[in-house]
């Protein structure tokens, strides 16, 4: 299984400041994905991180707000930029797929902004 | 084009009763199903997956689900429900093939009574 570390594990952030979210993974994977959970709601994709390229984001998740970095196989980097309080969410790293088709997930990135 | 409903945002059982977490998904090619279990102030735990071999899947913690293509369906039980179980329960679907990302149900919030 793949062993996923997330930081930070949780911030608290000033309103229009970026905070940059690092995932790192413990061996190379094909596709690494980012999420989000706002409070008391399920998780929405955001966008997949492409190595090497631009990521692709889904509808209503834009670059300028959420740039993303994959730099090589194992890591990648998601950007929450010029925050407001409805930024408040988890942010989830997913990578795979793994062994048995698993899809892991971080831990999560626990942002209050203020 | 794929997606999930979860009947029932919150569940409610009494300790030793049977669980049962509806699932029905939508998918134009042949899907990877997913339940996912989330704890209070914690990020997401693989419970089980069905990607296309036997139908009925056994995962942790006592769970099982039965993916019925002809229904559309994947519901997670347990025969005996657990204090522990209290939680966030989600099922997802990715396709079988290509990009793997995975789309959430809106969650079922199980509660159990002693």
């Known amino acids: 299984s793949a062993v996923i570390s997330q930081k930070p594990s949780r911030d608290i952030c000033q309103r229009g400041t970026s905070l940059t979210i690092q995932c790192q993974v413990d061996?190379?994977?094909?596709?690494m994905f980012w999420y989000r959970q706002q409070p008391g709601q399920s998780l929405t994709l955001i966008a997949t991180?492409?190595?090497?390229?631009?990521?692709?984001?889904e509808s209503g998740f834009v670059i300028d707000k959420f740039p993303i970095s994959r730099p090589n196989l194992t890591f990648s980097t998601l950007t929450v930029s010029n925050m407001s309080p409805e930024d408040s969410s988890i942010y989830l790293c997913?990578?795979?797929?793994?062994?048995?088709?698993?899809?892991?997930f971080g831990e999560g990135s626990w942002l209050t902004v203020v | 084009a794929q997606s999930v409903t979860q009947l029932g945002s919150h569940v409610s059982v009494s300790e030793g009763a049977l669980v049962l977490l509806r699932c029905n998904y939508s998918?134009?090619?042949?899907?990877?199903l997913f339940w996912y279990v989330q704890y209070p102030n914690q990020g997401l735990q693989l419970l089980l997956k069905?990607?296309?071999?036997?139908?009925l899947v056994k995962g942790i913690n006592g769970f099982e689900a039965e993916f019925k293509k002809s229904e559309t369906s994947f519901h997670l039980t347990k025969p005996s429900a657990h204090m522990s179980d209290a939680a966030e329960y989600f099922c997802?679907?990715?396709?079988?093939?290509?990009?793997?990302?995975?789309?959430f149900g809106s969650g079922t919030r199980l509660q159990v009574q002693p």
């Open positions: 061996s190379q994977v094909t596709m």
């Open positions: 991180a492409n190595q090497g390229s631009e990521a692709t984001y």
């Open positions: 998918s134009s090619v042949p899907p990877y």
């Open positions: 997913s990578v795979g797929p793994g062994s048995g088709n698993t899809i892991y």
């Open positions: 997802a679907v990715s396709p079988a093939a290509g990009r793997r990302a995975l789309t």
């Open positions: 069905y990607t296309s071999a036997a139908t």
